[in-house]
């Protein structure tokens, strides 16, 4: 290991309860590696990349904003928090803090019925709505180097799928932020290099679990606990 990497940040094995940490509280405690103590520079450099940009100073504001008004009981105290708010009532509300007219919808063809709902909840709520399947532009998975033996159906032709093209596709419809819907691990990160609109994420792939991959995390001593060895 490089010795300058010897304190990389393990924040997810924080050994503290999270109420005590100092990433919570100014007097709270920390571990010898904790970047909130040791990454003051980054810190500041951080909120300076905020205030000297002010479509990233609003994106993080309104960021904030809906994070905060996405639960009720706040009167009676942090434990009678209720949350209120689906994913995709945040994301429609969001996008109008931010003003965005055009949203884009990059969707696995295998959740295209869910595609077609969330297209038409953002449309009536007044978004104009450019949507990209995954398999635009039907390019055989041969380009990729491919065999049969790498298909899901050995011996058909069989469209790779193009998260590339959704961008560039999405990037020349002038879209204000793109949505991802089902995209697999790694066309996601694909998308996601090449979109010149910022992006979230509404649902991720996870043709196991029903799209809820936390699923597995949850059961990990239990059901999932395979997953361990």
């Known amino acids: 290991m490089n010795k300058d990497n010897k304190l990389f940040p393990t ?6 309860r999270w109420t005590d940490r100092i990433c919570r509280k100014p007097d709270g405690k920390y571990p010898k590696n904790c970047p909130t103590v040791l990454k ?8 300076q990349l905020l205030k000297n940009n002010e479509e990233l100073l609003k994106l993080a504001r309104n960021s904030a904003i809906q994070e905060g008004e996405g639960y009720t009981n706040k009167e009676k105290g942090y434990e009678f928090l209720r949350p209120i708010k689906p994913r995709i009532q945040e994301i429609w509300e969001f996008a109008e803090k931010m003003g965005y007219k055009r949203l884009g ?3 696995c063809v295998g959740l295209r019925k869910e595609a077609k709902v969330v297209e038409s909840l953002l449309k009536s709520k007044g978004f104009e709505v450019a949507s990209v399947s995954c398999k635009v532009g039907r390019i055989p998975k041969e380009e990729l180097g491919l065999g049969e033996e790498q ?4 011996g058909s032709f069989e469209p790779m799928c193009n998260p590339i093209l959704q961008s560039l596709i999405l990037n020349e419809s002038k879209t ?18 090449f979109s010149e609109s910022p992006c979230t994420i509404l649902a991720v792939k996870d043709r196991v679990l029903g799209h809820n991959p ?11 606990r395979w997953l361990k060895k």
Do not use: M, Q, R, W
């Not at 924040?11 to 503290?16: G, T």
């Open 214 to 224: 936390l699923a597995a995390i949850y059961n990990i001593d239990s059901y999932f």
């Open 151 to 154: 298909k899901i159906a050995p």
């Open 176 to 193: 204000d932020l793109n949505i991802l819907l089902g995209l697999c691990v790694g066309h996601d990160t694909l998308f996601l290099k």
């Open 105 to 107: 919808l990059a969707f």
């Open 40 to 47: 003051k520079d980054l810190c500041s450099e951080s909120l």
């Open 11 to 16: 924040c997810a094995s924080c050994p503290f």
